[in-house]
């Protein structure tokens, strides 16, 4: 080991050292995760595995069940309303006639199925049996298929309550709360948080819908509150972890490429700044809520609505939050006047928001799209808040003759951000994503050519291709373990046509770090 690492200043120059270096590392990550696949295998990972590579047997497993005459009414009602989109009603009511169901159900089916078939109203019959008081039961659930059949969901869901309120029945609380769900009706959803028989099919929801009925009762206050709570709430130790890991890597990575691992006050203050980076993350929800629900400014799906969303909105609003929260920073960078640490610290902002927003898009994926994060968002972020804190720097080091230089490069960096989120997300500009790519490779070129023009222009002992190598490598052995422990080999399938199509980035980082690395 001691000879490994007085061989290694020599070796972290040497291609061959670092491809095999990472080889290894990410070899080793797959092995552990096939371990703990063996050892502990997900059983829920697995199942749904299972249903998305075999879908048509999981349906015809489904339709077996579902056409048995054991099947609840309220469910047979919700097939053969489906079912009538497709077939002949004729055929389902005899399909009706010979089911096992009691004459009083099967006459209820008739009538839905007859409704559906007759037009725009209900059966008359129909009707009256779910406005009898009290009610026949499946009367009122019947109707609501009906309504589903039709697409007219909100009168669904209000026959499903109904029905449940008359009969007790909890499919018909599950279709009112899904069809709610479905509609974004968040102040029914409220109205339902305190009745009986819905607090169960509401309680994992309740952080969101609390933080709803602060946003229509305009209470800031709460909506502090609650956007807070709810953006750790649900959140696993594991892809926690994973995140801050990554966050890690690059926070490594910047500190090599400044050369401040000997500065603990400096390290201390990158660290500051990656805490406020995480903070900002907040401010951009809560700021978000307030474009959103109570200016009504929100994603546009037409092509000049969506990209005034993405610039004006997502663009503008990151960037002024991670730029307004790298400001505490500002006295202490003035003081010491190094402009190579206000770019790293004001990177490291970038970077916590990046950390801060790992957590959730890891957790939506299962960290599956960690490499591809890892690689382009996170460090467009760290580029991009570098490069205006930065600009922001020089306006107070040359008082304020650096302000045209930060107003040029805010207004870049914003209308940059915007195109990159608007090539991935609108539409019409969706088959042209690879102009995201295109944007992302010249901020980093940016990032990297203002940080050879401030750092000094000294050899490193362990070379920042190594750094990089080392991160990269060790993020994708946590995310392709991780993937394999929960479904074994389809974990590598899935992660890793990712990785492998982002080899041009993993180039472009080896041409911007520009180091004398040898091919022996």
Partial sequence: MRNFFRKLPHQSYRGPFLWKTALMIIALGIGVGFAFHIIAPDEEALVLLDILKNPDDALDAINELTQTNESPFDEKLDEWAMASRRRMTDSLLDEVDQSSFTDQEKSIARMMLESIRGGSEPEPNLVK???????????????GAYWVAREYYFHAAKAFELEAAATDNESAREQAVDIYWFRQAYSDLIRLMDQPGYEEL???????????????????SEIIK????RQYTNLEWQIVLIALLAGFAWFAFLMHAAR??????????????????????????????LQEDFLGFSEKNDLIGGLLYCIAGIGLREEFLKLLFFTPLLPVLVRRKDPLLALIVAGC?????????????????NAFDGPGRFLTANFFHISATALIGYALYRVFITKWQGL???????????????????????PELIPY???????????????????????????????????????????????????????GYAGIQIIGPDVVGLGIVVIMFFRAINEPITNY
Wanted: charged share 10%; proline share 2%.
């Fill in 404 to 426: 045209d230089y930060f107003a040029s490069m805010f207004g870049m960096v914003v209308i940059a951000h915007g195109l990159y989120d608007a090539f991935i997300i609108v």
């Fill in 260 to 289: 401040l691992w000997k500065s603990s006050s400096s390290i201390t203050l990158c660290v500051v700044a990656v805490l406020l980076g995480m903070m900002s993350t907040t401010a951009t929800l809560l700021m978000i809520t």
């Fill in 433 to 487: 994503s690879f102009f995201s790519m295109m944007i992302y490779v010249l901020l980093c070129f940016q990032m990297f050519q203002i940080l050879d023009q401030i750092r000094p222009h000294k050899h490193q002992k362990i070379s920042l291709s190594f750094v990089f190598t080392l991160s990269l490598s060790v993020v994708l052995a946590i995310c392709l373990g991780w993937g394999v422990s929960l479904i």
């Fill in 226 to 229: 609650r956007t807070i709570i």
């Fill in 349 to 365: 902002v970038g970077l916590g928001f990046a950390v801060e927003e790992n957590m959730s898009y890891f957790h939506s994926s």
């Fill in 129 to 143: 049996l779910a406005e009898d008081s009290p009610p026949v039961p499946n009367s009122n659930y019947a109707l």
């Fill in 202 to 220: 509401l309680t994992d929801d309740q952080s969101i819908l609390l933080w709803q009925k602060a946003i229509l009762e305009k209470n800031w």
